[in-house]
């Protein structure tokens, strides 16, 4: 195992002091936990937004912390759920009094560990709601869930839900804008390569040299098809058609793209899977309002990409265009 790393076992917690240190002017830890919270935070008459699960997947989720998305981001350790307690202790830090938001990717540690975190909150006075996020077309039950994944279209949902709470909206009027984009988001992905958890030191499965993984999850859990690798155009129309054919999407019809890099694929490559989606896109008639390319929901240093497409209204596309000051999506 080759990484820049210290210790395997606080390798969270280093990231952590360093993501900080990078940005001491908007970012906060809260002491003696792996929370991440906007420095401003909380934030008194707005809707505090939570997001969280295992790390590995930066710049989720704590990149994603600051003016127009999340207040905080909850660090559990590598590929595995924050506790229980750590999510309650989010959710204190951001509380304004106006409730608590929370964004949970369709992982079962995660539902679980979040909803207790929520009992907790309630029995303290705070009022909290949720979203699970379950884009993941490629397959309907996996290893760590029940039902679909929720991998990179859980960024769409942080942006337009977070620049909802930043314009004053409700505890009620933000979970529903979150619901809106969770019905419209699909999203799929493929791996030419394992990632190694730091603690194991091993790769998480194996692929052969002339083999890639299409439909598999953000933690390396098994995908729909193991065969021999194609062309960039390939993938892109594989996973493109796959996404289109579980939405309702008609001729001029708006969407926003997002080809995902998983932590070890060049731009490059990512701007060839995107020129295919663009045209495929193109030619039925589809309109993009606005395109996503790079590393948002990565996988350590897994090579692949995923493709993530959002309908849109004008509603969405409002809250979507609006400013954001998280450091990995600035806008």
């Known amino acids: 195992m080759k990484k820049i790393i210290n210790d395997p076992n606080v390798v969270v917690q280093d990231m952590l002091k360093g993501l900080v240190a990078a940005y001491p002017n908007s970012l906060k830890q809260v002491p003696n936990t792996t929370v991440i919270v906007r420095k401003d935070a909380p934030i008194t008459g707005k809707v505090g937004l939570v997001s969280g699960g295992g790390s590995g997947h930066e710049p989720a989720h704590a990149g994603y912390v600051g003016q127009g998305m999340l207040d905080a981001a909850v660090c559990g350790e590598v590929f595995t759920s924050p506790t229980p307690d750590q999510v309650y202790e989010a959710i204190k830090a951001v509380n304004g009094g106006a409730g608590v938001f929370l964004v949970i990717k369709n992982y079962t540690g995660d539902v679980m560990n979040f909803e207790m975190a929520t009992e907790l909150a309630l029995a303290d006075g705070i009022e909290v709601e949720q979203v699970i996020v379950n884009d993941d077309v490629a397959v309907e039950d996996s290893s760590f869930t029940t039902g679909r994944r929720g991998i990179a279209g859980t960024i769409f949902v942080h942006k337009i839900a977070g620049a909802k709470a930043q314009a004053g909206g409700s505890l009620q009027e933000v979970k529903a804008i979150a619901e809106k984009v969770v019905a419209n988001v699909r999203s799929m992905g493929m791996a030419l390569s394992p990632c190694t958890v730091p603690a194991a030191g091993k790769p998480s499965f194996e692929l052969a040299e002339n083999e890639m993984e299409v439909g598999m999850g953000i933690h390396g859990e098994?995908?729909?098809?193991?065969?021999?690798?194609?062309?960039?155009?390939?993938?892109?129309?594989?996973?493109?058609?796959?996404?289109?054919?579980?939405?309702?999407?008609?001729?001029?019809?708006?969407?926003?793209?997002?080809?995902?890099?998983?932590?070890?694929?060049?731009?490059?490559?990512?701007?060839?899977?995107?020129?295919?989606?663009?045209?495929?896109?193109?030619?039925?008639?589809?309109?993009?309002?606005?395109?996503?390319?790079?590393?948002?929901?990565?996988?350590?240093?897994?090579?692949?990409?995923?493709v993530t497409l959002l309908k849109l209204d004008e509603e969405l596309k409002e809250l979507l265009d609006a400013e954001s000051k998280a450091p990995a999506f600035l806008s």
């Open 222 to 306: 098994p995908g729909t098809e193991r065969k021999a690798i194609a062309t960039a155009d390939d993938i892109a129309t594989e996973l493109t058609q796959k996404v289109l054919d579980d939405m309702a999407l008609n001729r001029d019809d708006e969407v926003a793209v997002m080809v995902n890099g998983l932590g070890s694929t060049p731009e490059m490559e990512l701007y060839i899977v995107n020129g295919k989606v663009n045209e495929i896109l193109k030619e039925k008639g589809i309109h993009i309002h606005k395109t996503f390319v790079g590393e948002y929901m990565t996988s350590l240093e897994m090579a692949g990409c995923s």
